[in-house]
């Protein structure tokens, strides 16, 4: 009888230890890496960035979470560096299980979390890392970019300078994967929708760099029509606040001339007035879905979910719904589910092209007027739109081939 006892006992722990991991907490977990630079120079970027994924965390938790789990976010300080944006990562792979990674700042980030995503086959989601090869001679099944690239976004600002007139065109840019990308393509679609458009000069500065004075020079002396960047962050805001009052007097066409910061931080709104922008999220879209998003993130927080915030809460929202689609979080069924998706969101419909994993969506102008209903300095106005199809890159001239 004691015999048959603990047999029976034996076959009870037996199964209790096989049943242990279903019912532990981790199981009930899908976790997220936000990569962004939480420190130095560009800290308000990653910080606005990663406030957008986390609030859209927060949006899905309190609607019953991803496949009746819990959604969280892992915030990852990058430091703008690609080596410890990926060991960062790596560790979190290796010893948490962590199967998707998101993050909207540095390209040279994005292509280093490219190559860790495919090799240890997990999912890269990017919202703002923007350099064309990422889904073009260097894309691979791992990597989604949820955001325009540089083809796209400087397509759409070359077809709105054509569209202003301008014949003189000076253009400057980070010297790095991103600014040459920005600028090589805006200068094949400057060519293509104003043939009798010059580029009148052409700038490549470092990142980080603090004095624009022999830059501003070079344009001054060019004498163009309007100048065109794809600078961000702290670049954007010292070239404008030094070169102003050099005497670089010209519109301004840029991806991020919406930046609340870049406004406040230049001190006087006569320096922004009438320079335009193109984005694939501006908080001023003139939709029901946007207008809705807006008021209940400005409920929630107290603020308004301007550019970084709404970018990276529509690319959290687009990877939810991959991930809801597979009814899994494998990540090959994922990789499935995501391709050829299309998400309605607040900025319109966005579609993952599956040849390239590049989303295929509208970009909205804006052009910084006195006074919004946002802030009581200047700030973005609605410009109208461009259409997907009108920025498109066709899958075959990408340099794309997906293994």
């Known amino acids: ?62 609607s019953g979470g991803l496949l009746g789990k819990k959604v969280e976010v892992v915030p990852i300080d990058s430091e703008l560096k690609p080596d410890v944006a990926t060991r960062k990562a790596q560790n979190l792979i290796l010893k948490d299980g962590v199967k998707f990674f998101c993050g909207g700042t540095g390209s040279s980030v994005g ?6 995503a495919e090799k240890q086959n997990v999912i890269m989601n990017t919202y703002g890392m923007a350099a064309a090869s990422m889904t073009g001679e260097k894309c691979n099944k791992n990597f989604f970019r949820s955001c325009a690239n540089t083809d796209q976004q400087s397509y759409a600002l070359a077809e709105l300078v054509a569209k202003k007139g301008y014949k003189k065109v000076a253009i400057i840019a980070q010297d790095y994967s991103f600014g040459q990308e920005a600028l090589a393509a ?33 344009i001054i002396a060019a004498n163009p029509d309007v100048i065109f960047t794809p600078n961000w962050g702290n670049d954007l805001t010292l070239l404008l606040k030094q070169g102003r009052p050099m005497g ?8 991020y001339i919406n930046d609340e910061f870049t406004i406040q931080a230049l001190g006087n709104d006569d320096l ?17 879905k946007n207008e809705e998003f807006v008021a209940k993130f400005y409920k929630d927080k107290g603020y308004y979910p301007t550019w970084l915030r709404g970018k990276a809460y529509i ?4 990877w939810a719904e991959a991930v809801k689609k597979a009814g899994t979080t494998d990540v090959d069924a994922v990789i499935k589910a995501w391709e050829g998706l299309s998400y309605d969101g607040p900025a ?26 946002y802030f009581d ?26 293994k």
Request: hydrophobic share 45%; glycine share 6%; aromatic share 10%.
């Open 1 to 62: 009888m004691r015999k048959k006892w603990m047999g029976v006992l034996c076959i009870f722990m037996m199964a209790l230890m096989v049943a242990l991991p279903v019912c532990a907490p981790a199981q009930d977990t899908i976790k997220i890496g936000a990569i962004e630079p939480l420190s130095g120079t560009f800290k308000d970027i990653g910080e606005r960035y990663l406030e957008g994924v986390v609030y859209a965390v927060k949006v899905i938790n309190e």
């Open 111 to 116: 292509a280093a979390m490219q190559q860790l």
């Open 186 to 218: 805006f200068k094949k679609k400057l060519a293509q929708a104003s043939p009798s458009a010059k580029i009148v000069v052409e700038l490549y500065h470092p990142a980080g760099t603090k004095d624009y004075a022999p830059y501003v020079s070079q």
């Open 248 to 255: 670089m007097k010209q519109k301004v066409f840029s991806y």
């Open 272 to 288: 922004m007035i009438g320079n335009m922008g193109a984005e694939v999220y501006t908080v001023s879209i003139p939709t029901k």
């Open 315 to 318: 690319a959290t929202m687009f």
């Open 348 to 373: 319109g419909v966005w579609t993952m092209r599956a040849c390239d994993h590049q989303a295929q969506l509208p970009l909205w102008f804006t052009e910084i007027v006195k006074k919004t209903k």
């Open 377 to 402: 300095h200047a700030f973005e106005a609605p410009a109208g739109m461009t259409t997907a199809k009108s920025v498109e890159v066709p899958c075959g001239e990408t340099g794309c081939k997906m």
